[in-house]
């Protein structure tokens, strides 16, 4: 069984940043050979792909993101982060971390304010 659990959201006003966390328990899994991800929701909207980072790091972005998120990974603490810089209203929304083997945070709220 895999947990995970984000951190990191809040309220921010537009142009500011933001960091979440996503730390992963489990000991009987390999999360250092794992590949992972970052989603988001916003309210009335189907859920987003924002961001991957590989086993080996590399990275992957949609488009409206890239240059402004920065997904990275720390395998010594089972954690992924999401670097979200110049923030923008239309990034308000719920966002959720996965990894491989289709699990899943709970989520967390992150509210940019015009």
């Known amino acids: 069984q895999v947990q995970l659990m984000e951190s990191g959201g809040g309220l921010v006003q537009a142009g500011g940043s933001l960091r979440l966390s996503c730390a992963a328990s489990g000991s009987i899994f390999r999360f250092f050979d794992m590949a992972w991800a970052w989603y988001r929701q916003a309210p009335g909207k189907q859920r987003e792909w924002l961001a991957t980072?590989?086993?080996?790091?590399?990275?992957r972005y949609v488009e409206h993101v890239q240059g402004r998120f920065t997904i990275s990974r720390d395998n010594a603490k089972n954690t992924v982060y999401l670097q979200m810089d110049s923030l923008k209203p239309e990034d308000t929304a719920v966002y959720y971390c996965w990894i491989q083997g289709d699990y899943w945070g709970q989520g967390t709220q992150v509210t940019v304010s015009a």
């Open positions: 980072i590989s086993r080996l790091g590399n990275t």
